[in-house]
């Protein structure tokens, strides 16, 4: 809708300027960070562990944008049979961001005395609110869109400058925010109403649904993965059933993480 720069500045004859897509992945960045402090404080973890999380996750999202860019250019290479960098992908890098955070958990884990099991709750609602504003944001810039239905008006429509030039096109990406902005909500209600475990099978689960349906009525070509299905599709069944077996996991570690607090039930401060 408003895919160019909000001011320009040149600096040795080349523009540059922020744009709306850049300003509203900044805002998600930042809220990502202001969820897991505020979650984190409201839930009474260490603080000292909530600091660890903070730079935990801005090596993830660092590692992240850096898989989003591979798995798009993997897909390009199957594609065409060139291997190139020219965008990404929301689910490569998520893949490769939460690799990134398990990896460097594990790594400092013995330092604190709280288990992964327990942030796991609500970290995806820091996912969450970061991935909807990122998608409002690809609404502003014309990417990731649904289908083309013309120069005319079409109910449902919305302008844009697209893959087909400007032209009326599903709002893909405003149905997508929407449905994350309500999955934060409701796990955020789930989280402090019922003290709710199982935050991230809830987001691998609707959202892997979400994520398969909705890419029917998607239109910005990014090839075909396995047989006629597209990359988002291929791993959205993949995060289905992973989300049930999160789900068992994540009830074994709890109640092992219950036990030792029996034994300690000052589990939350820091070893010495």
């Not at 935050?199 to 349906?213: A, D, K, M, N, W």
Request: overall charge positive; some cysteine; proline content about 3%.
């Amino acid at each position: 809708m408003f895919p160019g720069y909000l001011f320009k500045i040149n600096i040795g004859g080349q523009v540059y300027g922020p744009t709306l897509y850049g300003v509203l992945i900044a805002v998600g960045l930042i809220a990502c960070f202001a969820i897991i402090f505020y979650y984190g404080k409201k839930l009474h973890y260490n603080p000292d562990f909530l600091d660890f999380i903070f730079y935990d996750g801005i090596a993830s999202i660092i590692v992240g944008f850096g898989s989003a860019a591979v798995f798009q250019a993997v897909y390009n290479f199957i594609e065409s049979g060139v291997f190139e960098f020219g965008g990404i992908t929301f689910i490569g890098g998520l893949i490769g961001g939460a690799a990134c955070f398990i990896i460097i958990y594990f790594i400092f884990r013995k330092k604190y005395n709280t288990r992964l099991c327990e942030v796991l709750s609500y970290i995806p609602c820091a996912i969450l609110i970061a991935h909807a504003f990122g998608r409002v944001g690809c609404l502003m810039a014309g990417c990731c869109h649904g289908r083309f239905l013309g120069t005319e008006y079409v109910v449902g429509g919305i302008k844009m400058q697209g893959d087909f030039g400007w032209g009326y096109y599903i709002p893909t990406q405003l149905y997508e925010a929407l449905f994350l902005f309500l999955m934060f909500a409701v796990l955020s209600f789930l989280i402090f109403k019922y003290d709710y475990k199982h935050g991230l099978s809830f987001y691998l689960f609707f959202y892997g649904i979400f994520r398969f349906l909705i890419e029917f009525l998607r239109a910005d070509h990014r090839g075909e993965f396995v047989g006629s299905l597209s990359p988002s599709q291929f791993w959205s069944l993949i995060m289905i059933p992973l989300a049930v077996g999160v789900y068992f996991l994540q009830k074994y570690n709890l109640k092992k993480r219950a036990e030792e607090l029996k034994n300690n039930p000052l589990g939350y401060t820091k070893d010495k």
